[in-house]
T-cell receptor
Framework: SQTIHQWPATLVQPVGSPLSLECTVE??????LYWYRQAAGRGLQLLFYSVGIGQISSEVPQNLSASRPQDRQFILSSKKLLLSDSGFYLC???????????FGPGTRLTVT | DQQVKQNSPSLSVQEGRISILNCDYTNSMFDYFLWYKKYPAEGPTFLIS?????DKNEDGRFTVFLNKSAKHLSLHIVPSQPGDSAVYFCAASARGDQFYFGTGTSLTVIP
């Protein structure tokens, strides 16, 4: 069966510090991978999606970036965090873009 | 621009009664719709889906209805149970494109 892992579960970082969130998927090959952010009082906002290694599409301009160094690994990064980057970050995978997505447990990021 | 809207941020229902969660969309190209359930500090879990070729899909206590002319879908939970208390997101896509999520409705089922 497929599983998706995200870490860390919670993170408190000062403004201006770097960020690295990691997501890995097990039990499937060549999944579509997604990074979402859920900010307080808002829905799920798609940040990045990837259909293959090294292929990243950005949906929202921001100071975040994503990379996919391996087939089942997806990394969300920032060089300098802003207060507005606080939120709940979710990684998800799907068989392809037309099917339902399966979400990881999420990372609660608080930028202070 | 919010293409998928859930206008009720919260809903309270008595245990055993029906819960109806609503979702509206603006893009007439959307042809695949999903509902997710989310507990606090966890990722959403897929609940039920419906394709635009149908107007109803049922799975146990959960039924999703789609009204394409009104660009409206709803999730019915019958009977509601305390364990159903969670935030429910609807999502929509045009096949081959990304999913757009609503802002969520927090359901509280009162024992």
């Amino acid at each position: 069966s497929q599983t998706i892992h995200q870490w860390p579960a919670t993170l408190v970082q000062p403004v201006g510090s770097p960020l690295s969130l990691e997501c890995t998927v097990e039990g499937t090959s060549n999944p579509n991978l997604y990074w979402y952010r859920q900010a307080a009082g808002r829905g799920l906002q798609l940040l990045f999606y990837s259909v293959g290694i090294g292929q990243i599409s950005s949906e929202v301009p921001q100071n975040l970036s994503a990379s996919r160094p391996q087939d089942r690994q997806f990394i969300l990064s920032s060089k300098k965090l802003l207060l507005s980057d606080s939120g709940f970050y979710l990684c998800a995978w799907s068989v392809d873009s037309t099917y339902e997505q399966y979400f990881g447990p999420g990372t609660r990021l608080t930028v202070t | 621009d919010q293409q998928v809207k859930q206008n009720s941020p919260s809903l309270s229902v008595q245990e055993g009664r029906i819960s109806i969660l609503n979702c509206d969309y603006t893009n007439s190209m959307f042809d695949y719709f999903l509902w997710y359930k989310k507990y606090p500090a966890e990722g959403p879990t897929f609940l039920i889906s419906i394709s635009s070729i149908k107007d109803k899909n049922e799975d146990g206590r959960f039924t999703v209805f789609l009204n394409k002319s009104a660009k409206h879908l709803s999730l019915h939970i019958v009977p509601s149970q305390p364990g159903d208390s969670a935030v429910y997101f609807c999502a929509a896509s045009a096949r081959g494109d990304q999913f757009y999520f609503g802002t969520g409705t927090s359901l509280t089922v009162i024992p």
